[in-house]
């Protein structure tokens, strides 16, 4: 899941059989906390400003699924610069 990479470094990868994208739980693991904290975490945004939704969305784009090796993000882009 957080895989050392090359150089040392923890990688956030979404965690795959978690609901949706596994964001949460990617993150929870990056972080080391419990991956109920970090979904209340994200309710709590979404009810008091809403941000929460915008947040989560953003993450799922960005954080690239655990074995794969790019985001949603970035492989739109290369699809795009090889067109």
Same mark, same amino acid.
């Given at each position: 899941?957080?895989? $050392? /990479?090359?150089?040392?470094?923890?990688?956030?990868? %979404? #965690?795959? %059989? =978690? #609901?949706?994208?596994?964001? #949460?739980? @990617?993150? =929870?693991?990056?972080? @080391?906390? *419990? $991956?109920?904290? !970090?979904?209340?975490?994200?309710?709590?945004?979404? !009810?008091? /400003? @809403? &941000? /929460? &939704?915008?947040?989560?969305? #953003?993450?799922?784009? !960005?954080? $690239?699924?655990? @074995? *794969? /090796?790019?985001? &949603? =993000?970035?492989?739109? !882009?290369?699809?795009?610069?090889?067109?």
């Amino acid at each position: 899941m957080n895989e $050392p /990479g090359s150089n040392g470094t923890k990688r956030l990868y %979404g #965690c795959g %059989g =978690a #609901c949706y994208h596994g964001v #949460c739980a @990617g993150l =929870a693991a990056y972080f @080391g906390v *419990d $991956p109920t904290l !970090v979904r209340l975490a994200f309710a709590l945004l979404t !009810v008091f /400003g @809403g &941000i /929460g &939704i915008l947040l989560y969305l #953003c993450a799922w784009v !960005v954080v $690239p699924e655990e @074995g *794969d /090796g790019a985001s &949603i =993000a970035e492989t739109f !882009v290369n699809k795009q610069r090889r067109s």
